[in-house]
């Protein structure tokens, strides 16, 4: 018996955008690929400086992405330094804590963040930096620190949440236990409650960590530059891998160069495919995990 | 023999992962009578009335394998064959599950959405046929001003109704039931009891229950499961 | 004080100081911006041209770039998300399921760059060649991206709430001889809508909020799009192209109308959502 119309006519359509999604991934990853993979070498991160010396910041380095590379480094451990102490602590507060109106009305603000588009947060960024600049004696200019904050509060929102979920997501068995033997709710949440929720955290920090490293918008405004060696204090400017990438496909002079920005493209895409893949598998494991208890 | 029978399973083997759920059941169910298929629960008494109806393909990580032969139009035709349309094998074979599972629809809708499956939109013959169906579920005189109503408004024993209406409106051959009365009170399941013996003339009953004087008082034919075996535990002399 | 009141104040005040950078956010935006609130600026900045040597500096080219672009990125997404998560959920459920939607997770965590960088060598090219007019930069370049780069976590969105459907009316209907097409026009799609409504209303918010496609394959032009091939700006590339200029000059000024504008959109999308949401939980 054939397939009716309609069955026939929604298979088709499913697996047509199916196919035609994942083709479209597979074009950019493969194209990246083919474009940047010759030109990936030591070379390209060090230019003509030797690893070691570069490594061990003895030497600078002219013409390799390394700066770029230590930038958007310092960047991320900045900003997750900055964001993951106040994220969790008003995600614990939003968990455990916050009732009512005022946990719902907290809520609302942060959805509205998370919704916030990152030039407007970049902007913001920018605004404080001028403000600082008029107010305290025109020595501070859009710089590493800056951009730092601005990209906390970009993924502030997202800590947040995944931390509530994370804590509510916990069964009323294991939130029961502690109190049943005496403990205090501080002392619940310390020692029971948050390593319970560790790996929905933490794989929600990757996922933050994620998006402070692919994040352009936000640093155009607040500091970064094409060329700045690397980041001598947090009050100077820097270079970063997006905006390297951004910057070369605009501004590229020779071939030469513009291969340095596929190998850069390649370079962030696995940067992101590994912190998507540990966030997986630390994910994979706390799913495994919540079988078990079944 | 084969004339009086509606459904054959030969020996089907049902696994969920490892765990073996049906072992080599082997059963004749008669035409036009009302058999039931007792013991204690989670012998696979469930499963096997999933397996008359194929819903069991949708679960992940179970293997079927054996013949159902079911009597269609003159002829055998084993429903586990893999290229049995499984949308047509649920239009012959209906089925009403332990707890009511209206659709979050009016009470009209949720007949009339079995024909809107079958791409019957004429309205006259829809309202017609909507109103026969409520009324062989003895459902209609309870719901004939409020048919738009919201269905989950009804009383578990009504909404229960409502489901087997549902199955009826396309005349299946054969009605799965699954422990139809276990979640109404007695006197709602009464009504059901009375209604199922009706129904008894136009189609093959299968019911999965575990009231002893409910397979007393309803049941031509009783099955007993045990560990995934099935046996023939009485037949009464009308079959 | 005992330690049990110390904690629960740092963390209210954590989250008090959390939710405070979304009032700061406009606040600053206000100030900073703030002679474009008077004698009726603001509205004329939102309507007029952008014509510098007269003196214009209206954004309304941007507004219907940002809606040109994003609405064609919408018009690519939207079909494509539903059909990969009705894949998800009916068609091939199971271990085809759980594949796609692992590869559409780890999309979304492809750099905005990235999509950007490729378009601008793979695809603007491709336009340019094609339709043998203009430099490829263009709505159309910039929408094809914008939809694909929005496209998974539509999916994500999508698939969620149609899994969210109680199973038993998913059953009640495959019991009553429904194909999976009809369970999931019938029964699926209906019990989901307000989920499909949030998550199309929240890719929205993204694709008008993105700036890298805009900015890398739209061409940046600051005047009305007239057609798909032609170069168009959004607000949010403004504020990237316009932001080296003279801080005093009201050239400068107008990126905190474009700011304020994004910021407006999406947060009244974020509460629309959150309307719909609340009204969505069963009533008991």
Request: net charge positive; proline share 5%.
């Amino acid at each position: 018996m054939r397939q009716p119309p309609l069955d026939r006519f929604v298979r088709l359509v499913s697996w047509g955008s199916t196919l035609l999604l994942l083709a479209s991934v597979a074009t950019v990853i493969g194209f990246l690929l083919i474009k940047g993979y010759s030109s990936l070498s030591l070379k390209l991160v060090f230019g003509d400086t030797p690893p070691m010396e570069a490594l061990l910041l003895r030497r600078p380095v002219f013409g390799g992405l390394f700066p770029a590379m230590v930038g958007t480094f310092s960047l991320v451990v900045l900003a997750i330094t900055l964001a993951v102490p106040l994220g969790l602590a008003a995600g614990i507060y939003m968990a455990e804590y916050g009732r009512g109106r005022i946990q719902r009305a907290l809520g609302l603000f942060f959805d509205i963040l998370a919704g916030v588009p990152s030039i407007v947060v970049g902007l913001f960024g920018f605004s404080v930096a001028v403000f600082l600049h008029r107010h305290f004696g025109g020595r501070i200019y859009p710089c590493l620190l800056i951009s730092a904050l601005s990209l906390a509060f970009l993924v502030l929102p997202y800590l947040i949440r995944t931390t509530q979920n994370a804590l509510e997501a916990l069964p009323e068995a294991v939130r029961l236990t502690a109190p049943a033997l005496g403990a205090t709710r501080l002392q619940n949440i310390c020692f029971v409650l948050l390593p319970r929720a560790l790996p929905g955290i933490l794989s929600g920090v990757i996922l933050a960590i994620g998006r402070c490293a692919e994040d352009t918008a936000v640093i155009m405004l607040t500091g970064v530059v094409a060329t700045a060696g690397l980041p001598r204090s947090l009050f100077s400017s820097y270079e970063a891998l997006p905006f390297y990438i951004y910057y070369i496909s605009s501004q590229y002079r020779d071939p030469e160069e513009l291969a340095t920005g596929y190998a850069a493209a390649l370079i962030l895409l696995a940067i992101c495919a590994m912190l998507f893949a540990a966030a997986a598998l630390i994910q994979q494991r706390l799913g495994a995990r919540l079988h078990q208890r079944l | 023999m084969d004339r009086t029978t509606k459904i054959r399973i030969e020996h089907l083997f049902f696994h969920y992962g490892r765990r073996r759920v049906l072992d080599d059941v082997c059963a004749e169910i008669p035409a036009n009578a009302i058999t039931a298929i007792v013991g204690p629960s989670g012998q696979g008494k469930s499963t096997l009335l999933t397996c008359l109806n194929r819903l069991c393909d949708a679960v992940a990580g179970t293997r079927v394998s054996g013949r159902v032969m079911m009597h269609f139009q003159g002829q055998w035709q084993d429903i586990l064959a893999p290229d049995v349309p499984l949308h047509w094998l649920r239009r012959k074979v209906g089925m009403v599950f332990q707890a009511p599972n209206p659709l979050p629809m009016s009470i009209f809708k949720n007949v009339a959405f079995v024909l809107k499956l079958t791409g019957q939109h004429r309205r006259p013959d829809v309202t017609d046929r909507v109103a026969q169906a409520l009324a062989r579920a003895f459902l209609w005189d309870e719901v004939r001003d409020r048919l738009h109503h919201d269905a989950r408004t009804l009383s578990g024993g009504q909404q229960q109704r409502l489901c087997i209406a549902r199955a009826l409106v396309l005349e299946p051959e054969i009605l799965l039931l699954d422990e139809p009365t276990s979640s109404l009170d007695s006197q709602a399941g009464e009504v059901i009891e009375s209604l199922l013996l009706a129904l008894r003339q136009r189609c093959t009953l299968v019911m999965v229950s575990h009231y002893q004087d409910q397979v007393r008082r309803v049941a031509d034919c009783v099955l007993q499961m045990e560990a995934g075996k099935l046996k023939l535990l009485r037949q009464s002399g009308s079959v | 004080m005992d330690g049990e009141r110390i904690a629960q104040k740092v963390f209210l005040l954590a989250a008090v100081l959390s939710a405070s950078v979304t009032v700061l956010l406009l606040v600053f935006m206000v100030i900073l911006g703030l002679p474009l609130f008077q004698g009726g600026l603001f509205l004329r900045i939102l309507t007029h041209p952008w014509l510098p040597g007269r003196q214009l500096f209206g954004v309304w080219p941007m507004i219907v770039g940002t809606l040109a672009i994003a609405s064609l990125a919408m018009a690519v997404a939207f079909p494509l998300s539903l059909g990969v998560s009705s894949l998800i959920a009916v068609v091939a459920p199971g271990r085809i399921a759980h594949l796609v939607k692992s590869a559409v997770a780890f999309m979304t965590g492809i750099p905005t760059v990235v999509y950007g960088f490729v378009g601008v060598f793979l695809l603007v090219p491709l336009v340019r060649e094609t339709f043998a007019r203009g430099s490829g930069l263009c709505v159309l370049t910039a929408g094809l991206v914008l939809g694909i780069l929005v496209a998974p976590t539509m999916i994500l969105f999508f698939s969620d709430a149609l899994a969210r459907v109680p199973g038993s009316h998913r059953v009640a209907a495959e019991a009553l001889g429904a194909t999976p097409a009809q369970v999931l026009v019938y029964v699926l799609i209906p019990g989901a809508w307000r989920g499909i409504v949030t998550g199309l209303v929240l890719s929205t918010g993204r694709a008008v909020g993105d700036t890298l496609i805009a900015l890398m394959l739209a061409g940046n032009a600051a005047q009305v799009p007239g057609g798909l091939l032609d170069s168009a700006r959004a607000l949010t590339a403004h504020i990237a192209l316009v932001i080296a200029s003279d801080f005093d000059s009201l050239e400068f000024k107008t990126i905190f109308a474009c700011g304020i504008l994004l910021y407006a959109f999406t947060a009244a999308a974020t509460i629309a959502v959150r309307r719909l949401g609340r009204k969505g939980e069963p009533v008991r």
